[in-house]
């Protein structure tokens, strides 16, 4: 395709000379020199093509384009808005507008809108169908973007469309259709295995599959196919982290941050790979990252941010902080443990900002002045900081008392299934939250339990929450006794974890709140875990009455689920005794 366009622009050039008042050529020339690259000559032939005619539509499409791949939206939206003023059934223009809209800050319906014209416009041309799929990706209407991108592959002239394979394949991985994407991104490596952005798709989307060792050769291939990006690095790191090659991948982020040092998300990879290290002093620094740029942070958190200083009574709102809770619930439920050494810091009023559903039980915490949902009006306050913030900044005050520091609210009340008197009543979670990135790696198929459902002398009670029944099934209704269900929020939850002797569970929210009420629990870990939980030992430093029983990397469940059944067996002969 480089050859033609350069084919063209040198026809096109040749034309010019020949026709130096011809604005349509100049035009046409403008857009060809987009497509190579060379934007100075393309802004020559543009802004001579609006001189000379300044009622062509097509100059000022050729102008819009121009200015648009220098990142001056608003100017490069002024000439299309001109383009499509001048012909309301140019194509083209519609599909520049629509993508440089599609850019602007508040535009994406808008320019979703001027691409589907566009569309209209050149129904045989993928083009515009290609960019209303890339817009609708990037507003992640995914489903969406999969049809576009399969109309686009049948209107293309190419037999082998290896892009728009690479494309769909992209839109299979977002909808968590993993399988699906693997195979479609390695049949457009296959059509082009000299392209890097290919392979480093496919890595990702083998990745996504737990095929980390294969994820590595293909983001190793595409940076030996010349990919010169950040991305490419970090994502070498990732599948290097999941392998725990903790040290390759340390490096791996860090030439990706060299490459690019504002990279945001390849910090807060690294920040990840530190924790999970036990580097916490530079991972938790590291982790501050995770707030640049990002589209959704409320201002309150940049612009009245607490950096440790002192909140006396006297400011404007009682020296007051506003704690903001982040990412899932297992994270306010651990890191609330933080709130009472903020008044050693000298701030007078501390309000957490929390999920709604964690509310009521967050008002039992040590160290708070209110809770409010985080959806809702907030208080007045003086400074602002995020939940996950306070382990870096509080580092230098002696560690957070160990729990129970949550409890059940009083009045709060959940019976439980009878079960027969002497058994032991065991808590059971097999899945966790399926949007969450690592699931497939932490999530074990209910088959699989069985080993631990045959022990005598326990009853066994579900805690496992929402529609897992189709992602990895559920066990025998004589073998465990449904409780999840009996609970409206969090309070229930820990009434009815309050009530139960053990709870055994993969890593989720439950957990995190049976350890906030200092409750024992055996916690099944896959070979690479959350950083919280370190790669080594079976002991935890964020809740001391856990149990760890750890998956080991290239073997499945069933070594840890058999010693879970061993150790449950000698708990059963223990306690009968």
């Known amino acids: 395709?480089?050859?033609?366009?350069?084919?063209?622009?040198?026809?096109?050039?040749?034309?010019?000379?020949?026709?130096?008042?011809?604005?349509?050529?100049?035009?046409?020339?403008?857009?060809?020199?987009?497509?190579?690259?060379?934007?100075?000559?393309?802004?020559?032939?543009?802004?001579?093509?609006?001189?000379?005619a300044p009622g062509l539509a097509e100059a000022h499409a050729a102008l819009g384009l121009v200015v648009a791949r220098t990142q001056r939206v608003a100017e490069a939206r002024a000439s299309l808005e001109r383009a499509v003023q001048l012909n309301p059934n140019l194509g083209l223009a519609w599909m520049y507008l629509?993508?440089?809209?599609?850019?602007?800050?508040?535009?994406?319906?808008?320019?979703?809108?001027?691409?589907?014209?566009?569309?209209?416009?050149?129904?045989?041309?993928?083009?515009?169908?290609?960019?209303?799929?890339?817009?609708?990706?990037?507003?992640?209407q995914y489903e969406d973007a999969l049809g576009v991108y399969r109309a686009a592959t049948a209107a293309a002239t190419d037999p082998s469309p290896a892009d728009m394979l690479n494309n769909m394949g992209v839109a299979l991985e977002r909808l968590e259709r993993r399988e699906e994407a693997v195979a479609m991104i390695r049949s457009a490596s296959l059509i082009r295995p000299d392209s890097p952005a290919i392979q480093d798709n496919l890595g990702n989307s083998l990745l996504g599959t737990a095929r980390a060792e294969e994820a590595e050769v293909c983001h190793r291939r595409a940076l030996a196919l010349g990919a010169k990006g950040g991305e490419t690095w970090s994502n070498l790191g990732n599948s290097l982290h999941r392998q725990g090659r903790l040290d390759e991948a340390d490096a791996a982020y860090?030439?990706?941050?060299?490459?690019?040092?504002?990279?945001?998300?390849?910090?807060?990879?690294?920040?990840?790979?530190?924790?999970?290290?036990?580097?916490?002093?530079?991972?938790?620094?590291?982790?501050?990252?995770?707030?640049?740029?990002?589209?959704?942070?409320?201002a309150y958190l940049t612009d009245r941010v607490w950096k440790g200083e002192a909140l006396p009574p006297d400011l404007p709102a009682g020296g007051t902080l506003l704690l903001q809770a982040e990412q899932g619930y297992?994270?306010?439920?651990?890191?609330?443990?933080?709130?009472?050494?903020?008044?050693?810091?000298?701030?007078?009023?501390?309000?957490?900002?929390?999920?709604?559903?964690?509310?009521r039980l967050m008002e039992t915490a040590p160290g708070l002045d209110q809770v409010v949902g985080e959806a809702g009006p907030l208080p007045p306050f003086d400074k602002a900081l995020t939940l996950l913030s306070l382990p870096g900044l509080l580092a230098d005050l002696p560690a957070p008392a160990p729990p129970p520091y949550l409890s059940v609210p009083a009045g709060v009340q959940v019976r439980l299934p009878d079960a027969p008197a002497g058994t032991l009543k065991v808590g059971l979670a097999w899945a966790g939250r399926p949007t969450?990135?690592?699931?497939?790696?932490?999530?074990?198929?209910?088959?699989?339990?069985?080993?631990?459902?045959?022990?005598?002398?326990?009853?066994?009670?579900?805690?496992q929450r929402g529609a897992v029944m189709p992602r990895l099934g559920r066990p025998p209704i004589d073998k465990l006794l449904e409780a999840a269900d009996l609970c409206a929020d969090f309070c229930d939850t820990a009434a009815m974890l309050r009530d139960l002797d053990l709870i055994i569970s993969v890593d989720t929210a439950v957990v995190h709140l049976a350890g906030a009420m200092g409750k024992p629990v055996w916690l099944l870990l896959p070979a690479v875990p959350d950083f919280r939980w370190r790669m080594e030992g079976d002991t935890s430093e964020w809740y001391p009455a856990?149990?760890?029983?750890?998956?080991?990397?290239?073997?499945?469940?069933?070594?840890?689920?058999?010693?879970?059944?061993?150790?449950?067996?000698?708990?059963?002969?223990?306690?009968?005794t």
């Open 98 to 140: 629509g993508e440089v809209l599609s850019l602007a800050p508040g535009q994406p319906q808008a320019g979703l809108d001027a691409l589907r014209r566009a569309c209209g416009l050149m129904p045989r041309d993928p083009r515009p169908l290609n960019a209303l799929a890339g817009a609708m990706m990037a507003c992640k």
């Open 436 to 463: 969450h990135g690592d699931d497939w790696n932490r999530s074990i198929p209910a088959r699989m339990l069985d080993p631990i459902l045959d022990v005598p002398g326990v009853a066994f009670y579900s805690l």
């Open 1 to 52: 395709m480089a050859g033609l366009d350069m084919e063209d622009e040198r026809f096109l050039a040749y034309l010019a000379e020949r026709l130096p008042g011809d604005p349509e050529v100049l035009s046409r020339l403008a857009v060809t020199r987009v497509r190579l690259g060379a934007l100075d000559g393309a802004a020559a032939a543009a802004e001579r093509a609006v001189e000379l």
């Open 330 to 359: 297992g994270d306010t439920l651990q890191f609330v443990r933080y709130v009472p050494l903020l008044k050693a810091r000298g701030v007078t009023r501390v309000v957490l900002a929390s999920q709604p559903e964690l509310v």
């Open 254 to 298: 860090r030439r990706a941050i060299q490459i690019n040092p504002d990279g945001a998300k390849f910090h807060t990879n690294l920040a990840l790979n530190l924790l999970l290290s036990g580097r916490m002093e530079e991972g938790w620094r590291e982790y501050e990252w995770r707030w640049r740029d990002h589209p959704n942070l409320p």
């Open 546 to 576: 856990f149990r760890l029983f750890r998956r080991r990397s290239q073997s499945g469940w069933e070594v840890p689920i058999a010693r879970v059944a061993e150790a449950l067996r000698a708990e059963t002969a223990f306690t009968s």
